[in-house]
Structure formats: structure tokens, C-alpha cells
């Protein structure tokens, strides 16, 4: 009958599968032919690097594109050559020169010229585009107002090419680390005669990044793009340093469960998972240790204080529930990732000491309170605004339990699903809110400037003036090391008035096979694939 | 019955055009935006974006634009994707179909077996235990049967893989969690059918004529039994080709059923107006194959 | 069989309720079902309500992963909270949505379905092209609005039920929260009950007694609510028991999409959602649930399935 034919398909289908069949592990065959395999979370928005914004984006973009500089694959803040060959700023930073390297290829083997640059600024900068992270270039001379359209001339913005070997930037401050931010996907060239061939500079959705059109200046191309199933990108041939690059390939499979992901990489499928939940890495570090990452992470996790609510007006409110908070708890009882207990907003590192504003204090925390009005039968009622997210939920629990039992504060959650959430914090109607924040580049300022008046990213409703008049005067020093005393000032200021609540510094946690070598940790968790190789382990 | 088929069709269209509209206007009417993210955007930026998609326009103007997209055969472009929305469902519907065949098989190959078993032992202990088995697709959740047959079944079985859409072999495991469930109701069905059918008088006149039992079964009893249960495949059918969230998110299977999760979370109007669509006009056809394959099997319906 | 016929007790008349309990009986399916449904009834509503159980919501965060002990009978779960109590109050949540949402969808599709069915012609066509439509319209996106539109009105809502009525101000809060739950549950699943009703209806308005009471002269309204309705009964409740387990269902999925119901509470659908996130580490959290879950609805479907069974007048042969 009907069901002997379906077996017999099946046994065929068997015989004729891949190597699975005979009992050798999936993930070998791709060691083997080094083809990375890898996790992506999610579809990514598109492949242009001056229309996205993601992580996910930029782990892709990063492959097939490249910068004036590159990242060192295990030193954090060496910055190697990549499209220019040598730079060189002036004493305050403000001014720099890059020169290209001549044997710059695009994957079609036109070479790479400032032009490109040039083309490339213009276009994410330009008014019609819509781009989203164009202000990631707002500190160039003149960029910002001619992304908003107040000058119409692009020549008035601060980048020139007197030749097309050498790109000059002018900078609207001292920017010591601008070789870090041309590491961002933001500020890598485009192909201009692919661009143009398919539509005008500033069109969107032309089919520029398809894999038959695309064409870039990384260690690899797109060979592959298929929606929601994978990408898959191959090696340059014309890129300049293809005798470093050891892959032959890399594939992205947009995994958006992590469990299916981690279950995947157990049952040898994967090469690397892009993050892994709580649970899994406990499980992780018992028992498959040899696999198991846990890098600091360029982020912090916090809760928003909507300060123009009437019931946080007061500071001793804040400072209160601020110092009930248990973040080691948290970290060892719910995230479990090793991740740091934070008492400022900008993760320290060697040369930045992050002000001490915040720790577990549940007896200054109870007396503030007190002292606040509250007490015995008058409760600090109050609404924590929360997302749908696994996370999420297990953080708000605990939170409306530790707040309860070191305030007797009454704390409702409002779960909503995610873009609700966004919508109600932008429109500062809440009154605390879980929030975070991923660096994106090695610099301060990247989680200073969002607390501006008036910036989108700030959504707590705080403004004062002296805090920008300190970034402002950041911007205009010179020597490095009084700059990052100055920002310390700031965000000193920024936390004695407690507009959000430092939980914790966050670390990545995933699964790494053994037969890749090359991969360090890295702040930003930005590996430049050209480094990365496989080997096949002898069992 | 042409007449009726085609007044069938007509009424379709205008079935899948207030669903249309309806939509349409639902989705706008929940809080965020296809742009709002993480790190907010610049205002005008944001402003330029909703430009482009009209999303600045009343939404009437909104839908008049629309129509004008689908006079000219196209579904418009997703905002948050960057790629045109018939490109994504052209991409995702192989996958789906797939799915939904192996599916669908799956399920009659599990639920009309058990049912007619069911019916013919009434009461019995196969009964029970047969309707047990048929009923775990709906008391488990796909939810837990996905994980459970990926990480406990999948993981023992060498050519079984976890999660992927690569060979053919990885169809099983989520074609069965997805049939699970449509097997139960078949079973349940065909069980209620042929227990119907199996107290009719022509069925005591053929036993008490000495007809074979297995021959009163197969060649009089299942005829008019299983009737109920193919009603029930073609509605059937289209919601397994438009495919469920849990069991592509789970079996990585590059499928349409997420886009109707995540175009409803990401705001993304453009994907979800065209499953919408295509999932309504994919009923209608089922609704109306179904009528006609019952109409064809009894006589007494026609009219 | 040699009694003597004089001295048999005459058989007293049986009405189709008592003949379908008989047949009832004869299941023992059903019967264990009823009785599985009870305990676990008594579990999760009376239980909760004597303070030997617990509160679900307090955490103990040095207290994850305990496993059953006599502090806490089925142990604890990954934020410390008693999984026993999360349990019960748990199906509490779950067991309403099932029945509430049941009920509304039976209430709105039983009218809509017998006026469709009993009307016919255009009105009938019509009504029914209005069920594809709102069948096709997407859920996912319906739940979100309609949880929206009642949590705005909801503060207002709750704290008047409070003045009215405040100690029981937490019950009241937990179960305003649910009403969106209940609602766009109840909205889409009344229109397979409609086609249900639509078909029995237009099946007995062919029969005789109807063709009596239209020649008599009976209103339309008298036809469809005193004769009609009634034969309907049995099916309604059959669809009826068999739709609980089906929102429970729908409950658990909503839960796994993160739009269920909300922190802290839990529900049965919550628990499956969590606890397949440790499958692999640790399953009783998986396992315990399951099982409640999966008893109580096979429990339903079988007892749905038996009083279909036993009100169907065919089967009275057996």
C-alpha cells in the first residue's frame, strides 16, 4: 500500500542524503571545504551599509565590505590597515588624512578610489535617502545640516579627495578614535558604478544588493541570498590580502529561536551560535565547556526613569529604588552569563573610571524612602513597563520582587509586546521602563550622547544643560586623556541625578566550535572573518 | 453548478477585499511604526521613511494608492525588509507548500486510519487507546511536540537532523508535528462519521445478507464515512499551507507561516496585507473545493 | 429467558436526557474523564483558596531548581517560586479563559449561526461571506488590539471593581487583565461554532415538526427559540466541551508569542512556554505541566466526544 512506497522513500532518500546518514557530524564536511557556518539570529534588513542598523547587518556587511581600517583580531584598539594603507591626524584630532592603498580592488576588479568614499558619505548623508544611522557621521564637518537639508551642497561638508589615492576628513571636533568608527559598516565605501548602474545615488530598494549585482571590497563576495534560509558569501578573488584569508566561504543562517539554535550547534550543524540563553549557559559551562564564550560586551542594561512623572520627581524615590536593586543576584540566579554588576553607565575599561553611583543598599534604599513620605500603609505604588522578551519577563519579576521586599513598594508590570513598548517609551508614557544600550564604537561618548536634550534615545525626559556643556567642551580638547577625565565629570553629573537605574554590564555568551581558530574576544564582537580559519581536529 | 461555482468566485473576490480593507485598517491602528527600533532615528529621517511608504497620507488615500499597486499585479514593498513583498512570499511559499503537504499526508495517513479503527471498536480499549494517540496533537502544544522531537528524537536518529530545510529527510519531523494536530480532528472525524454511517440500515441489511465484514468496511461503510473528514481537509489544508510560527521557528523551515507573527510584531503592513491575501484567497478556493468534491460524493447536497 | 411476563416491572418511559446518561455510563472513557475534570477542578479552584498553597508570584532567587521536597511538593522553578501553586493558580487562569471564552463564542455563534441557518437564501449567503471574512483576518493582530484597547480603559475599570468591591482588590486586578484574553479568544472561535449551528439548523428546518409549526402560523422567532434551539442542544454542548480544550490551546499559544497572559502570573500555557525553554536541563519543569495540560484536555476531548456519543439519537441502537 501507499505506506511501504513512503518507506522505501524515505530509505532512498536516506541513501542518497548527505554525509549525515553515514554518522559523520554535518558541521565536518564544511570544516573540511572551510566554509564558516554561523548563527545570525534574523533575517537581516538588507545587505546596504548605508540602510541598516543592526548587529546582524553588520555581522554579514562586515564580510563582504571593508573600511579605512580594520579591527586586529585580538588586540582591542589596534587598529590595522584595510582600504587605506596609512593615516595620519593632526595634534587635535580633527583633521585627518587617509591614504588609500593602490592595489584596492572591488570584487569585479575595478579598483577602490577616494571617489567611492566620496560617493559613499554623500550618499548616506543625503537628505532624500532616509537614512537611519546618518548621524553616524554628524561629527564630519557640515554633515548634519546637510542631512537635514539646511545646505544643499555636498563640497560644504568636510571630506575631499585631492586625489584618488587620498582622503581628506574634517572633523567638527577632536575625535581621537575616528579609525575605530570607520570600523562601523557606517562609514564603508560603496561601489559607485555598481550603485549608479542600477538607479540614482539616492534611490532606494534598487537591486544593487542582489547576488547577481553585488559587488564589494572585502575578503569575501555574495555568492548567495536566500530569504529567510541563508546567505552565503565566497571568497574575494580580487580582494588585496587574499593570501591572509584562509576560509573558502561563510554561510548565515538567521536562527531566531535560540534554542533551536543551541540544539543545532549540539547536534553539530553549526559552527557558531550567535548567543545563547541563560539556562543553556549553565548547561554549556557543565558540561561542553570547551565550547562555551563569555565575552565582555560593549553594553549596558538599565531601567528608565520617566523623571516629568509627579511620583519620581523626587530623587531620594530614584536613589531608593535604585539601591534595592540586586544585580549580582540577577546575575547569578538569572542571566548566569558572568555578566558585571554595573554602577555607572559606561563600562569601564583601562583608561575610563566609570563613577561608583549605584550598589545594593537596601537599608540607605528603605531610609531614602522614608524620608521620601513613604512607609507603613502609604506604598509607593508604581508601573514598570516591560517587553515580551524571555528576558525581559524573568528581569521585571524580579525586580517587582525585590522592590517589594526591601520598599514594600507595590510595582505593577506592564508586559506589551515590542513595538508598543518602544512607542509608550518614546512617548515618555510610563513610568519605568527596562531598557539598554549597545556601544557602537569604543568611545564614551557612545553612551553619553544619547542623554542630550531633545535625542531620540534618551526617552527619560532629563535635560540639563551643564551635562551637554561638558560633552560640548569634550568635544573641543585635544589631549585624550583630559578629554575622558572631562566625560567622567559628565557622566558623574548625569548619575547623581539618576535618571536611569545601572543593572548590569553586559557579556556574550555563545557556542564556539573547537576547529575554528582566529577568533578572539573582542569588545564590539566585530571579528574580521579574514583572520578566522578551520581546522579539522584528528579525534 | 457552474452558476454556483462561479457566483462562488465572485463572492470570493469580495470575500478577500473587505478582508483587505479590514486588515488594512487594523494594523494601522495599532501604536508603533514598520521604523521605530532599538536606537531611535532622527525625526526627519523617520518622517523621509513614512514618506516613501505614503504612511504620512490619511489612511483612505492609503488604501487608494494600494489598489492601484494591486491593479498593476504588484504587492508593494516591505519597509522593514527592503525587499518587495512578492518576492518574500514567492520565497517562502515552496517551503510552505512543502510543508503542508507532507503535512496533510501525515495527518490522513495517522487520523482516518484511526478513526475508522476507533469506530469499528467502539467503546473498546483500542478504541480509547487509539483516540489517545490520534489526540496528542491537540493535547500537547507544537510548542513542546517541536522541541521534544527535535532534541530527544532527532539528536538519536542519524539522518535526522535537529533544525534545517535542506533534504528532503528533514521534512518528517516538522511535516509531523504540523499533521499532529489536523490528525487529531480527521480522527475524531471519521470516527464520528463511520459510527454514523456504520448504524445505518443498508450496512445491517448487507451484514445480515452475509456480505463479509471487511468487504461491509471498505466497499460500503468508508464510502459514506470518511465524508465529514474531506469537508473538513480543504479548509484543512489551507491553514497548513500558510504554516505555523512554532514549527518553522523551531525546524529553521524557510516557510510563510512566521511572516504572519513577525509582519504583525515588526509593524511591517506591506508582508502582512499580502498573507493576508493570499491566505484568504487560498480559503475561499479550499472552502469552495471542498463543496464541490462533497457535492460530487452525495447527491443530497447539491442543492 | 423463561421469566413470567406478568411480573416485569413496566418499563418506565426514559427522556433523551436519561437515555443519553445511560449511554453516558456505558463510556468508561468519559466517565474517567468527568472524574479527572472534577479533581482537577477541586485542585485548582478550591485549593488555591485555603493558604496551604502558597503564593505563585514570590520569588526566592537562592532558591532556583529545588527539586520536590516537603516545602515544596513539585519543587521550585527557575525564579524560586513554588511550582505547585504556579501550577493550580495556573490552571485557574487557563481553566476560565477556556470556559469564558467558550461561552461567549457559543453565545455569539449559536444567534448568528441559527438566524443564518433558519433565514437562508441571500441573508444566509451574506452572513456567511461575513464569517470567511472575519475568519482570514489575522489573530495575532486582533489579540494585540484588543488588549490594547481594554488595558487603556482597564485602570479605570479595576479601580472602580475595587471601590465597589475591595477585598478582593488582587482577584479583581488579575482577572481585568484577563478580559482582552477572553475576548479575542471568544471572537474567533465563535464563527466555526455559527457554521455548527448554521448546519443543524438548516437540517431541521426540513423536518416535519417545523413544516407544523410554519403552517400553524408560529412567528419565526417562536420557531427558531422554542422549537428549534432546543433540538440543538445536544450538539451545542458537545461543540461546546470540545471547544474548552481548543482555547486552552490557543491560551498556551498566545502565552509562547508573549501575548497571553501577563507577568507575574501564570498559566498552564506560561508554564509550557517556560518550561520547554529547559528541556534539556531541567524537565520536570516541562514534564509536571505537560502533563497536567495534556490529562485535562484529552480528559474534554474524550468527554466531548462521549456526550456526542450519547445525544446522538442513531447511536441509541447500541
Known sequence: ?539 | MIRTVISRLLQGIVVVFCLLLITFMLVRLMPGDPFSGEKAHAAHIIEKNKARFHLDKSNTEQFIVYLGLLARGELGDSPVKEQPVSKIIRHSFPASLVLGIAGMIIAILIGIPAGILSALKKNSYIDYSTMVIAMAGISIPSFVIAPLLAGQVATRIPFLKVAGWGDPLDWLLPALTLGLATAAYLARITRGGMLEVLNQDYIRTAHAKGVHPAVVVTKHAIRGGIIPAIAYIGPAFAMLITGSFIIETIFQVPGMGQHFVNATKDRDYFLLQGVVILFGTLIVFANLAADIVLAMLNPRIRA | MSKDIHNQPIDKGHSLWSDAWLRLRKNKMAMVSMVILFIIGILCFILPAFSIIPDPNTQDLNNTFLPPSGDYPLGTDQSGRDLLARLLYGGQISLLVGIVATTVSVIIGLIYGAIAGYAGGKTDSLMMRIVDILYGLPFLVLVILFSLLISEHAKELTDALIGRWPDHAVFIKKFVNLVPLFIAIGALGWLTMARVARAQVMSLKKQEFVEAAVSLGLSHRRILMRHIMPNMLGPVIVYATLTVPGFVLTEATLSFLGLGVESPNSSWGILLSEGANYMETHPRLLIIPSITFSLTLLALNFLGDGLRDALDPKAAKD
Not at chain 1, 546575575?331 to 573610571?353: E, S
Request: hydrophobic share 35%; charged share 20%.
Open chain 1, 1 to 539: 500500500m501507499h505506506r511501504a512506497h513512503l518507506t522505501h522513500l524515505l530509505l532512498g532518500a536516506c541513501a542518497l542524503a548527505m554525509p549525515g546518514c553515514k554518522g559523520e557530524p554535518p558541521i565536518d564536511a564544511y570544516t573540511e571545504k572551510k566554509i564558516l557556518i554561523l548563527g545570525n539570529s534574523t533575517e537581516p534588513q538588507g545587505l546596504d551599509p548605508q540602510i541598516v542598523t543592526g548587529v546582524i547587518e553588520s555581522n554579514i556587511i562586515r564580510a563582504l565590505f571593508e573600511g579605512l581600517c580594520v579591527e586586529h583580531p585580538s588586540k582591542q584598539g589596534v587598529h590595522l590597515p584595510g582600504a587605506a594603507e596609512h593615516w595620519q591626524a593632526n595634534d587635535d584630532f580633527t583633521e585627518w588624512t587617509f591614504h588609500l592603498r593602490r592595489d584596492g580592488k572591488w570584487s569585479d576588479g575595478t579598483p577602490v578610489s577616494a571617489e567611492d568614499f566620496l560617493f559613499s558619505y554623500q550618499r548616506i548623508l543625503h537628505p532624500d535617502f532616509g537614512a537611519d544611522y546618518a548621524s553616524m557621521l554628524y561629527y564630519i564637518l557640515g554633515a548634519e545640516a546637510y542631512n537635514k537639508g539646511e545646505t544643499t551642497d555636498f563640497s560644504t561638508v568636510g571630506v575631499s579627495a585631492p586625489d584618488a589615492y587620498t582622503l581628506k576628513v574634517k572633523l567638527k571636533a577632536s575625535i581621537p578614535f575616528l579609525p575605530d568608527l570607520t570600523k562601523h559598516y557606517t562609514w564603508y565605501p560603496v561601489p559607485k558604478h555598481i550603485i549608479l548602474k542600477h538607479g540614482k545615488m539616492q534611490q532606494r530598494n534598487t537591486p544593487w544588493t542582489e547576488p547577481e549585482n553585488l559587488v564589494s571590497n572585502g575578503a569575501f563576495m555574495l555568492k548567495d541570498w536566500r530569504l529567510n534560509d541563508y546567505i552565503h558569501a565566497v571568497r574575494n578573488p580580487h580582494y588585496w590580502d587574499k593570501q591572509t584569508v584562509k576560509l573558502n566561504g561563510i554561510r548565515f543562517l538567521p536562527i531566531s529561536n535560540q534554542y533551536t539554535e543551541a540544539r543545532m550547534f549540539f547536534n553539530q550543524q553549526l559552527h557558531a551560535t550567535y548567543g545563547l540563553a541563560p539556562e543553556m549557559i549553565e548547561y554549556a559551562a557543565n558540561k561542553y565547556s570547551q565550547y562555551l564564550r563569555q565575552e565582555t560586551y560593549l553594553g549596558t542594561n538599565f531601567i528608565r526613569f520617566n523623571v516629568t512623572d509627579p511620583l519620581l520627581d523626587d530623587l531620594r524615590v530614584r536613589k531608593a529604588l535604585a539601591l534595592s536593586i540586586d544585580s549580582q543576584a540577577i546575575i547569578t540566579h538569572i542571566l548566569k552569563g558572568g555578566q558585571k554588576p554595573a554602577y555607572g553607565m559606561v563600562p569601564p575599561t583601562d583608561d575610563y573610571q566609570t563613577p561608583k553611583a549605584v550598589s545594593f543598599d537596601p537599608v540607605r534604599a528603605k531610609e531614602l524612602l522614608e524620608q521620601a513620605g513613604y512607609g507603613g500603609n502609604n506604598k509607593l505604588r508604581i508601573t514598570l513597563l516591560s517587553t515580551d522578551r524571555e528576558v525581559s519577563k524573568r528581569l521585571s519579576e524580579a525586580y517587582q520582587d525585590m522592590w517589594k521586599k526591601h520598599l514594600g513598594a507595590e510595582v505593577s508590570i506592564e508586559q506589551r509586546e515590542w513595538k508598543t513598548y518602544l512607542s509608550r517609551m518614546s512617548g515618555l508614557d510610563y513610568q519605568l521602563a527596562l531598557g539598554g544600550w549597545i556601544g557602537d564604537y569604543p568611545d564614551p561618548t557612545t553612551f553619553l550622547d544619547m542623554w542630550k536634550t531633545g535625542d531620540g534615545n534618551n526617552r527619560t525626559g532629563w535635560s540639563n544643560k551643564d551635562y551637554e556643556a561638558l560633552l560640548a567642551k569634550a568635544e573641543q580638547t585635544k589631549d585624550p586623556e583630559a578629554r575622558l577625565r572631562i566625560l567622567e565629570l559628565a557622566e558623574a553629573l548625569f548619575l547623581s541625578e539618576m535618571p536611569i537605574i545601572p543593572v548590569y554590564w553586559y557579556t556574550t555568551n555563545y557556542l564556539l566550535h573547537t576547529a575554528v581558530k582566529g577568533w578572539h574576544p573582542l569588545l564590539l564582537n566585530n571579528h574580521p572573518y579574514k583572520f578566522v580559519d578551520l581546522e579539522l581536529l584528528q579525534k
